[in-house]
């Protein structure tokens, strides 16, 4: 856990807000600017991956170019030279990104689907004046200011204009469904790239759902190449013909018949926001391929069929043979069952893939699990068509006892349906403030304690010339504080104003267990033994305070050798007990009260009477 760390001595990391395959990103406070940011923190474990740490430095430097009222601001980059940890500090912004608004609430409406496109488009225009192509545009990456403006993040893998970008092995679920058809084969990539992952964004927006779905990435990415987008109006009907046309224009497969630049898209979104019509006279994809999504071989294309058939008569030259007759009725017959079942399976594919897309496939976007319990979350995996991954535990002070901290895949990340979904759930145990205890009695504070969860400590005994005898002057834990149920508060007792003169109780040695009890203690000096060093000794033990059942434990020393145990029972508050005991010579007696020694006192084998009162 990084929470409470600071980097840099300057960025106090004070929550995870959300997490990649290569970073973790913190809700943080600078605390030289007193003001909310976002830190990226790449994973402990890419530190030393020259690779990784070059692509993490290269966002940086990338997005430290851009200065767009669109585009999230980098403050700071560097390494804490404490950890070797890189960091990178962005402006924050507490709204929930696109993706989640997505989940919650799509199908958007139309027009906020083009005021949010037209305000990415806005920012990857002006990262593409100045040569940056983003690369990774997807709903995740779409952040809001509180005023509702839309900003874009996460200029994680962005490169200059005409550089490739393969799929990697590894890449990150979700990503796969927003990649351009050139990215994916590992082209060359340029702004009209980024204006078909913003085309896929904006289909997500007005269906609910990416242009393909498939069991995973690399398969998703391969339909990108040889598939053609289904129609959107078949999903949404309540999306215009308009806003279908700017769609297929941005998920045109060939760059040659895509939107040319951010500021041509621009143009058009411009007029679908203020209703006028649309120059229909650039490059648009056919009208069959606006209706019906076919699959495409890319090994070997398939001819279309003439738009018209003419069928003309064929002269008969020859009457021919009735065994040539029959041959080519039968032939004629099969080719004609062939093409007929051809004709129904082909039919019922193109029904199935035009009213059912995605069916054979389901994708599922995970829902948000953090701060759920875990039977919610099992029941809620359940609905959505995944499962409950592994479950582990760990302590957080800071969240409710058996609350779900994290969770992985994280909130929104697309996977196939069935897929498990980790989580770390909090096993925190709970907490209690510490209730005031000054000015009650040791009996009070043990009580208000118990009720808090809490344990009483050892007492010590102390002067006061202001706090009556037995009530408590201190506490070891300052009240309010919240601590974990079971923690001891150790307590200081007055004692009362001191003596002139004196130096304390005699015997007592300064602790003493909870309600201290008073002892008195003398010498029959008139008893007769066989031993003429024997005396009788009578010990009165009064329990004082108000806990009940006072466990309390006399024991001798005496010359007779060995510790002795004289009487172990409780006394209840008030009540007193009388000994007789008899020793040998020098004696020792301990008091012992709720397992701890309170008082001590030693008699000289003298025949003298002798008495102590402590």
């Given at each position: 856990?990084?929470?409470?760390?600071?980097?840099?001595?300057?960025?106090?990391?004070?929550?995870?807000?959300?997490?990649?395959?290569?970073?973790?990103?913190?809700?943080?406070?600078?605390?030289?600017?007193?003001?909310?940011?976002?830190?990226?923190?790449?994973?402990?474990?890419?530190?030393?991956?020259?690779?990784?740490?070059?692509?993490?430095?290269?966002?940086?430097?990338?997005?430290?170019?851009?200065?767009?009222?669109?585009?999230?601001?980098?403050?700071?980059?560097?390494?804490?030279?404490?950890?070797?940890?890189?960091?990178?500090?962005?402006?924050?912004?507490?709204?929930?990104?696109?993706?989640?608004?997505?989940?919650?609430?799509?199908?958007?409406?139309?027009?906020?689907?083009?005021?949010?496109?037209?305000?990415?488009?806005?920012?990857?225009?002006?990262?593409?004046?100045?040569?940056?192509?983003?690369?990774?545009?997807?709903?995740?990456?779409?952040?809001?200011?509180?005023?509702?403006?839309?900003?874009?993040?996460?200029?994680?893998?962005?490169?200059?204009?005409?550089?490739?970008?393969?799929?990697?092995?590894?890449?990150?679920?979700?990503s796969a469904a927003y990649i351009s058809p050139e990215q994916?084969?590992?082209?060359?990539?340029?702004?009209?790239?980024?204006?078909?992952?913003?085309?896929?964004?904006?289909?997500?927006?007005?269906?609910?759902?990416?242009?393909?779905?498939?069991?995973?990435?690399?398969?998703?990415?391969?339909?990108?190449?040889?598939e053609r987008v289904p129609s959107p109006r078949l999903l949404?009907?309540?999306?215009?013909?308009?806003?279908?046309?700017?769609?297929?224009?941005?998920?045109?497969?060939?760059?040659?018949?895509?939107?040319?630049?951010?500021?041509?898209?621009?143009?058009?979104?411009?007029?679908?926001?203020?209703?006028?019509?649309?120059?229909?006279?650039?490059?648009?994809?056919?009208?069959?391929?606006?209706?019906?999504?076919?699959?495409?071989?890319?090994?070997?294309?398939?001819?279309?069929?003439?738009?018209?058939?003419?069928?003309?008569?064929?002269?008969?030259?020859?009457?021919?043979?009735?065994?040539?007759?029959?041959?080519?009725?039968?032939?004629?017959?099969?080719?004609?069952?062939?093409?007929?079942?051809?004709?129904?399976?082909?039919?019922?594919?193109?029904?199935?893939?035009?009213?059912?897309?995605?069916?054979?496939?389901?994708?599922?976007?995970?829902?948000?699990?953090?701060?759920?319990?875990?039977?919610?979350?099992?029941?809620?995996?359940?609905?959505?068509?995944?499962?409950?991954?592994?479950?582990?535990?760990?302590?957080?002070?800071?969240?409710?006892?058996?609350?779900?901290?994290?969770?992985?895949?994280?909130?929104?990340?697309?996977?196939?349906?069935?897929?498990?979904?980790?989580?770390?759930?909090?096993?925190?145990?709970?907490?209690?403030?510490?209730?005031?205890?000054?000015?009650?009695?040791?009996?009070?504070?043990?009580?208000?304690?118990?009720?808090?969860?809490?344990?009483?400590?050892?007492?010590?005994?102390?002067?006061?010339?202001?706090?009556?005898?037995?009530?408590?002057?201190?506490?070891?834990?300052?009240?309010?504080?919240?601590?974990?149920?079971?923690?001891?508060?150790?307590?200081?007792?007055?004692?009362?104003?001191?003596?002139?003169?004196?130096?304390?109780?005699?015997?007592?040695?300064?602790?003493?267990?909870?309600?201290?009890?008073?002892?008195?203690?003398?010498?029959?000096?008139?008893?007769?033994?066989?031993?003429?060093?024997?005396?009788?000794?009578?010990?009165?033990?009064?329990?004082?305070?108000?806990?009940?059942?006072?466990?309390?434990?006399?024991v001798k020393r005496d010359e007779s050798g060995g510790l002795?145990?004289?009487?172990?029972?409780?006394?209840?508050?008030?009540?007193?007990?009388?000994?007789?005991?008899?020793?040998?010579?020098?004696?020792?007696?301990?008091?012992?009260?709720?397992?701890?020694?309170?008082?001590?006192?030693?008699?000289?084998?003298?025949?003298?009477?002798?008495?102590?009162?402590?």
């Amino acid at each position: 856990m990084m929470e409470g760390t600071v980097l840099a001595g300057r960025y106090r990391l004070e929550s995870e807000i959300g997490e990649g395959g290569l970073a973790i990103v913190y809700k943080a406070r600078d605390t030289v600017l007193e003001r909310p940011v976002a830190v990226k923190l790449l994973r402990a474990e890419f530190a030393s991956a020259p690779q990784v740490v070059a692509r993490f430095r290269r966002e940086a430097h990338a997005a430290a170019k851009l200065n767009h009222p669109n585009i999230i601001q980098i403050y700071d980059t560097g390494q804490d030279e404490d950890r070797g940890l890189y960091y990178l500090v962005m402006e924050y912004l507490g709204e929930p990104n696109l993706k989640r608004i997505i989940n919650e609430y799509a199908p958007l409406p139309g027009r906020k689907v083009i005021e949010v496109a037209t305000q990415c488009c806005r920012a990857l225009a002006y990262a593409h004046k100045i040569g940056l192509v983003h690369r990774d545009v997807k709903p995740h990456n779409i952040l809001f200011t509180d005023e509702g403006v839309a900003k874009l993040s996460d200029f994680g893998i962005a490169a200059a204009a005409g550089e490739t970008g393969t799929i990697a092995p590894g890449l990150v679920e979700g990503s796969a469904a927003y990649i351009s058809p050139e990215q994916a084969q590992g082209k060359p990539v340029g702004p009209q790239s980024d204006l078909y992952s913003l085309g896929c964004v904006m289909f997500e927006c007005y269906t609910g759902r990416p242009p393909f779905l498939g069991n995973n990435a690399a398969q998703v990415a391969a339909m990108h190449v040889h598939e053609r987008v289904p129609s959107p109006r078949l999903l949404n009907p309540a999306i215009t013909t308009q806003e279908e046309f700017v769609l297929q224009k941005a998920l045109a497969r060939e760059t040659s018949r895509r939107y040319r630049s951010a500021e041509e898209m621009l143009v058009d979104l411009n007029k679908l926001a203020s209703g006028e019509e649309l120059d229909r006279t650039g490059v648009m994809a056919r009208a069959e391929e606006r209706t019906m999504p076919l699959r495409v071989t890319p090994a070997a294309e398939v001819t279309p069929p003439p738009a018209a058939v003419t069928l003309r008569p064929t002269p008969i030259t020859a009457r021919p043979s009735a065994e040539r007759r029959d041959g080519s009725l039968v032939w004629g017959t099969i080719l004609a069952v062939v093409v007929a079942i051809i004709a129904l399976v082909a039919t019922a594919w193109l029904v199935k893939v035009a009213f059912y897309p995605g069916s054979s496939a389901k994708m599922i976007a995970t829902p948000s699990l953090v701060g759920h319990s875990e039977g919610n979350a099992r029941a809620e995996l359940t609905e959505a068509g995944l499962k409950l991954g592994s479950v582990t535990y760990r302590d957080d002070p800071n969240s409710p006892k058996g609350t779900i901290l994290s969770q992985t895949p994280t909130e929104g990340t697309t996977v196939a349906a069935g897929t498990p979904v980790s989580i770390i759930v909090n096993q925190g145990s709970e907490v209690a403030p510490v209730p005031d205890l000054v000015g009650a009695s040791l009996g009070d504070a043990q009580r208000m304690l118990q009720q808090a969860g809490l344990i009483l400590g050892k007492p010590t005994l102390a002067f006061s010339e202001t706090i009556p005898e037995g009530q408590v002057i201190d506490q070891s834990i300052k009240p309010g504080t919240r601590v974990e149920k079971g923690t001891q508060v150790a307590v200081t007792v007055s004692k009362g104003p001191q003596q002139p003169g004196g130096t304390g109780e005699p015997g007592v040695t300064g602790t003493t267990g909870p309600t201290p009890p008073k002892i008195s203690c003398t010498v029959d000096s008139t008893y007769q033994g066989s031993n003429p060093r024997e005396h009788r000794y009578q010990i009165t033990v009064t329990a004082t305070g108000d806990l009940k059942d006072q466990p309390i434990k006399v024991v001798k020393r005496d010359e007779s050798g060995g510790l002795k145990t004289v009487w172990d029972d409780r006394l209840q508050p008030g009540m007193s007990k009388r000994l007789s005991v008899v020793a040998q010579g020098n004696v020792d007696f301990q008091i012992y009260h709720e397992g701890t020694l309170a008082q001590e006192f030693h008699f000289p084998g003298t025949e003298e009477t002798t008495s102590g009162t402590p």
